[in-house]
């Protein structure tokens, strides 16, 4: 089993920045390629953008591509995302997601260990 606990949320202006962190706990964090997911109300879960297992290989969301770097400590057992240059249209619950495979995946349906979420809220 892998724990995930979501820190960093809150509310921010348009325009402003923050970041997410995701504490893993349990199983080898190293093992694991790790997600970002996001959901709005009355929306579906969408993905954010992903890392794999050491790191050297991301992929984004086209909606947020040049304003949000995901990044991992391994170290540290923790990922992150860097969120800059919020839109409103940002506003959502941020979802960690941990899958235990080394290579990134954009498909909610193929991680098998999720955080409780952070809500961020976008101010316009």
């Known amino acids: 089993q892998v724990q995930l606990v979501e820190s960093g949320g809150g509310l921010v202006q348009a325009g402003g920045s923050l970041r997410l962190s995701c504490a893993a706990s349990?199983?080898?964090?190293?093992?694991?390629?790790m997600g970002w997911f996001r959901q709005a109300p009355g929306k579906e879960r969408d993905f954010v953008a992903a890392i794999n297992w050491n790191g050297g290989s991301t992929t984004y969301a086209d909606s947020v591509k040049g304003r949000f770097t995901i990044s991992r400590g391994n170290a540290k057992n923790t990922v992150y995302l860097q969120m800059n240059s919020l839109k409103p249209e940002d506003t959502a619950v941020y979802y960690c997601a941990g899958r235990y495979y080394s290579t990134t995946s954009y498909r909610a349906n193929e991680y098998d260990y999720w955080g409780q979420g952070t809500q961020v809220t976008v101010s316009s």
């Open positions: 349990g199983r080898t964090f190293s093992n694991y390629a």
